[in-house]
T-cell receptor, first 111, second 113 residues
Framework: NAGVTQTPKFQVLKTGQSMTLQCAQD?????MYWYRQDPGMGLRLIYY???????DKGEVPNGYNVSRLNKREFSLRLESAAPSQTSVYFC??????????FGEGSRLTVL | DQQVKQNSPSLSVQEGRISILNCDYTNSMFDYFLWYKKYPAEGPTFLIS?????DKNEDGRFTVFLNKSAKHLSLHIVPSQPGDSAVYFC????????????FGQGTRLTINP
């Protein structure tokens, strides 16, 4: 099993450019999440999808949009990237709360 | 406002000794607590959890203690091994489960041979 797969693993953008981070899970989980990790800040929730067809804001949603394409896939879009969005992004999933399964992360640099 | 705090950014322990990682929380509605371990260039992986109805949970070399009155939890690793060197995150959630999982800043544990 691949678990949670994120693409791309690395990306460099210029300020104002847009991009989409893709996430797919093959564990038949209901809920999916996007976190960002910054030094000294831990993991902060950007958006989550409790089930297919629903999405909700987390702690730091500004500047991001998400799409729950189907039960397997949950994408994160940056419409106009800013240097403050330089971070490592993690997608995660869970069946019904509790233990989260994380992807390997996507390192984004915005110049 | 940081609801889950890990006040020690780093910890260095000798191989074979006990490692104790600490975590404090401020929200009394949290009722489920987890520890995650993260190696460089990998995603966090679940280590151990504890419900607020318990004060201790053990899994092999790992034990988590919860002191609800002090709003404090700790992770004990005995004996510590070089492979335990990683960043450890504590996390907490309330009645809404993982939808509102809040993470601490992380503690980098280094096990010295």
């Amino acid at each position: 099993n691949a678990g949670v797969t994120q693409t791309p693993k690395f990306q460099v953008l210029k300020t104002g450019q847009s991009m989409t981070l893709q996430c797919a899970q093959d564990m038949n989980h209901n809920s999916m999440y996007w976190y960002r990790q910054d030094p000294g800040m831990g993991l902060r929730l950007i958006y989550y999808s409790a089930s297919e067809g629903t999405t909700d804001k987390g702690e730091v949603p500004n500047g991001y949009n998400v799409s729950r394409l189907n039960k397997r896939e949950f994408s994160l879009r940056l419409e106009s990237a800013a240097p403050s969005q330089t971070s490592v992004y993690f997608c995660a999933s869970t069946l019904q709360g509790g233990e989260l399964f994380f992807g390997e992360g996507s390192r984004l640099t915005v110049l | 406002d940081q609801q889950v705090k890990q006040n020690s950014p780093s910890l260095s322990v000798q191989e074979g000794r006990i490692s104790i990682l600490n975590c404090d929380y401020t929200n009394s509605m949290f009722d489920y607590f987890l520890w995650y371990k993260k190696y460089p260039a990998e995603g966090p992986t679940f280590l151990i959890s504890i419900s607020s109805i318990k004060d201790k949970n053990e899994d092999g070399r790992f034990t988590v203690f919860l002191n609800k009155s002090a709003k404090h939890l700790s992770l004990h690793i005995v004996p510590s091994q070089p492979g335990d060197s990683a960043v450890y995150f504590c996390a907490a959630s309330g009645l809404q489960g993982a939808q509102k999982l809040v993470f601490g800043q992380g503690t980098r544990l280094t096990i010295n041979p």
